[in-house]
């Protein structure tokens, strides 16, 4: 018999002895309960036995990554950009031989792929190119190794945040249950001394602030939004902002008005983008567009002196702000054109804005802004007549009137609640925010405030306004007592 005719002839009886076993076996998995029971704790042991697998091969490769990310963050990176330049160059050619010479160095490919990414401006374009062009296992790693990079940091946020010499730390709150039972949880500011009554807290600088748009150009500072008594500091290019100060001036400029300067001073063009903006929030009333786009201008100043010192690590303006909660908001046509207008006036300064500002993420930061700000309450009623903003914010002050609105790192974690244990005051007028007990105290008790004027309202009253404007029920002592 030929060798050919062999073969046949065996893979024609296995297939016969297959087939029968498989009648045998559905035979008896149909007519044997003991049979079935046999399968089952076959199957549960055979999937037991495989997620123990998988799980040993995730914490391996788990430890891997970690290993390798331990191993980059202990080296050292260049900082001037020509040597920047060089280390990438060369980190990119060592991954690609290493790529080249096979499974057994695509670890080793990987580190050197993510070594490059560190000095690389724009990380996130980089793994684009890296996703087309390294094969997907190395690809896999480098991505790895930036998620787990990523995790630590959003771990470490809060052992990092607030400095101990602001005298509080954001805990975890317990707020009640859910419909299912479970335990919600928020971030809250707490205590980690002792105050009396009448002792500051902290004072805290805002992250970004902006005045309300009706006082600009008058006699109130653009920068710290003080108002001012001496001599005012013009800009050389725009008549459409004053500064307290050439201090005030300087930082504005180089943080955020070189962006948002119309320029009318220098130029006839009156129907510029940055006009257009301007003559826009002040026809509605409006500051929160323009605080949007300082905060973005900011954000891309707070970019590029970190590039220019070499230092990579630390937390953003970005990363605060990300973590804020919000208020869930609609695309209404005046939205629509506030994010219309902020694109056309960055798009052509700001490499990457049409893109990052979509219209979920512009409606979800401008979310935030409404749920956080405060307004900055400088100014005592009667002193002097100021239109009042239509826009929300967080005001306690009744005899204070508004000049504007700003947001804080650690002062948006304080509370709602109608019987408030701190008091805030902008002590030097300007958007510099002081926070006191107005009570005594104790370590460890979660620091409050009100977000509402509570003069002459009853329980009903301030539920439905805080309902209202900040879309939460209040369940503070004193509303559930009275």
């Not at 080296?75 to 790529?99: H, W, Y």
């Not at 300067?261 to 006839?268: A, G, S």
């Not at 010192?309 to 046509?333: A, M």
């Not at 947001?407 to 925010?433: G, I, M, V, W």
């Amino acid at each position: 018999m030929k060798t050919q005719t062999v073969a046949i002839a065996t893979l024609g009886t296995v297939a016969a002895i297959a087939l029968g076993y498989a009648f045998y076996f559905d035979q008896k998995r149909r007519n044997d309960p003991e049979f079935r029971r046999q399968l089952k704790r076959e199957k549960k042991k055979s999937a037991k036995k495989a997620k123990m697998s998988a799980e040993n091969i995730k914490q391996k490769v788990s430890e891997t990554l970690e290993a390798g990310l331990e191993a980059v963050n202990e080296e050292s990176f260049p900082t001037s950009v020509e040597d920047k330049e060089k280390f990438f160059m060369a980190q990119i050619s060592a991954g690609e031989t290493l790529c080249a010479q096979g499974e057994e160095h695509y670890f080793e490919a990987a580190m050197c792929f993510f070594r490059a990414q560190k000095v690389y401006p724009s990380p996130v374009e980089l793994i684009m190119i890296y996703q087309k062009t390294v094969p997907e296992p190395v690809f896999q790693l480098v991505v790895g190794m930036m998620t787990l990079e990523h995790q630590k940091r959003q771990d470490g946020f809060y052992e990092s945040f607030p400095p101990s010499d602001m005298n509080v730390k954001i805990d975890d709150i317990e707020e009640g249950q859910n419909g299912e039972g479970q335990t919600i949880l928020r971030k809250g500011l707490v205590a980690t001394q002792d105050f009396e009554e009448g002792d500051v807290i902290f004072v805290e600088e805002p992250i970004v602030s902006a005045l309300n748009s009706q006082l600009e150009g008058g006699d109130f500072c653009n920068y710290c939004l003080k108002h001012i008594t001496a001599d005012k500091v013009e800009c050389a290019n725009c008549d459409q902002v004053v500064f307290c100060s050439q201090s005030c001036y300087e930082k504005a400029n180089e943080e955020y008005h070189q962006f948002l300067c119309t320029n009318n001073k220098t130029k006839d063009d009156a129907s510029s983008q940055e006009q257009a903006f301007l003559d826009f929030s002040k026809e509605k009333n409006v500051k929160y567009p323009y605080l949007i786009a300082r905060f973005l201008a900011t954000m891309v100043h707070d970019e590029i002196e970190k590039a220019k010192s070499g230092v990579t690590d630390g937390y953003s303006s970005w990363d605060h702000v990300d973590r804020f909660r919000y208020l869930e908001l609609t695309p209404t046509p005046q939205n629509l054109k506030e994010l219309t207008l902020i694109k056309e006036l960055l798009g052509p300064k700001v490499t990457g804005v049409d893109e990052f500002l979509t219209e979920e993420r512009f409606l979800m930061l401008k979310g935030k802004i409404l749920f956080n700000a405060y307004s900055v309450q400088s100014i005592t009623k009667g002193d002097k007549e100021i239109e009042k903003s239509t826009e929300l914010h967080r005001e306690s002050l009744p005899d204070q009137l508004s000049v504007g609105s700003a947001l804080y790192r650690a002062t948006t974690y304080l509370s709602h609640s109608c019987e408030p244990n701190t008091q805030l005051e902008f002590a030097d007028k300007s958007h510099s925010l002081t926070v006191k007990a107005s009570k005594p105290i104790k370590k460890g008790e979660e620091l409050r405030t009100s977000y509402i004027q509570l003069e002459d309202k009853n329980t009903e009253q301030r539920r439905n306004q805080l309902a209202e404007l900040f879309q939460f029920k209040c369940v503070c002592s004193k509303c559930e007592t009275d």
